[in-house]
């Protein structure tokens, strides 16, 4: 073998642990959200079971994610599907409880909108370069799944009434990081000389 020789490397399977944990968020998502609706946000047994759903769905992203990237199991198939995931999870989160008066519906609207325009513009620029997920945006998606679990979770009123900071913090944030991902993208897209 001459140096000019490069090394063939195998393809990776669509069908691997990473992926596997996305699916699984997937399924999760609707036995998340029947179980919402089954607690009619009263029932504290079927809160604290969507609670529990929730969290080992949004865990699977962590574990994915550091999955797909430590043992190369990158695929097409998971760079479309997480996100696709990831929204739909936190999208039924936020609509349900907004749906059951818990949280209100310009809070789900502007979180829904960063969300889905990010997406968006993370597919408008892919020809021109990845905008990967920044500490902020990591620090969005913490503080969002802190704060649905919080509106999940049957707290004592006095316990009950820190969720609305935790979720004004993540809006912030989400706002915040929103404008930065547009600014990345739109460096991006600048023709270079």
């Known amino acids: 073998m001459t140096g000019a ?8 399977p669509v069908v691997n642990a990473a992926n596997a944990l996305t699916a699984l968020r997937l399924v999760l998502v609707p036995v998340f959200a029947v179980t919402v609706v089954v607690s009619d ?14 969290a080992v769905a949004s865990v699977t992203d962590l574990v994915d994610g550091w999955i797909a990237r430590r043992f190369k ?15 739909a999870l936190t999208g039924a989160a936020l609509v349900l409880l907004s749906w059951y008066d818990r949280l209100p519906w310009w809070v789900t609207a502007v ?8 997406t968006a513009l993370r597919f408008w620029v892919i020809r021109h370069g ?11 998606t913490a503080l969002q799944i802190l704060a649905i679990a919080w509106y999940l979770w049957p707290m004592p009123a006095a316990l009950a009434m820190v969720g609305p900071w935790i979720m004004a913090v993540a809006v912030i944030v989400t706002v915040l990081t929103g404008f930065d991902y547009v600014a990345q993208a739109l460096r991006l897209r600048r023709p270079t000389r």
């Open 5 to 12: 020789e490069s090394t063939v490397v195998a393809p990776v």
């Open 41 to 54: 946000m009263t029932h504290a047994g079927w809160r604290i079971a969507a609670c529990l759903i929730f």
């Open 73 to 87: 199991l990158v695929t097409s198939v998971g760079k479309v599907a997480d996100p696709i995931a990831d929204k």
């Open 111 to 118: 979180i829904l909108a960063r969300e889905l325009g990010i």
């Open 130 to 140: 990845v905008i990967a997920a920044s500490r902020g945006g990591k620090a969005k």
